[in-house]
Nanobody
Framework: QVQLVESGGGLVQAGGSLRLSCAASGKIFSTNGMGWYRQAPGKQRELVAVITRGDATNYADSVKGRFTISRDNAKITVYLQMNDLKPEDTAVYYC??????????????WGQGTQVTVSS
C-alpha cells in the first residue's frame, strides 16, 4: 500500500512564505516524476510545478520566480517552497508522484491535499 502524505499548509498573509512537503511510503521500487497541483473553489485542478528524477523542473507561469520545487530521492519526498504568496494562490494543494512498485509496474498516486490560504 503506497501513501503520499502532505504537510505544511496553513494560513499566511500576502507576501509570506510556506513550505509544503510530501513523503511517499510503502512498497516503492523507484520513483519517476513528482509534482504539485492545486485546486481553488469552483476551478479545475491545475499544475503548479513538476520535477523529474533528474531534477528537471517545470512551473506554471503564475508561480515562476516565486515557487521552487525540489525533491529528496533517498527520502522519496518532494517539497514546494512558496514565497511572496498572493491571495490568488489560495487553494487545496495536491502532491502527485509516479511510482514503480517493481521494475515494470508504474502507477500515479495522489496525496490527500493540504489547504493553503493567503489573506490580503
Amino acid at each position: 500500500q503506497v501513501q503520499l502524505v502532505e504537510s505544511g499548509g496553513g494560513l499566511v498573509q500576502a507576501g509570506g512564505s510556506l513550505r509544503l512537503s510530501c513523503a511517499a511510503s510503502g512498497k516503492i521500487f523507484s520513483t519517476n516524476g513528482m509534482g504539485w497541483y492545486r485546486q481553488a473553489p469552483g476551478k479545475q485542478r491545475e499544475l503548479v510545478a513538476v520535477i523529474t528524477r533528474g531534477d528537471a523542473t517545470n512551473y506554471a507561469d503564475s508561480v515562476k520566480g516565486r515557487f521552487t520545487i525540489s525533491r529528496d530521492n533517498a527520502k522519496i519526498t518532494v517539497y514546494l517552497q512558496m514565497n511572496d504568496l498572493k491571495p490568488e494562490d489560495t487553494a487545496v494543494y495536491y502532491c502527485n508522484a509516479g511510482l514503480y512498485s517493481d521494475p515494470w509496474t508504474r502507477y500515479d498516486y495522489w496525496g490527500q491535499g493540504t489547504q493553503v490560504t493567503v489573506s490580503s
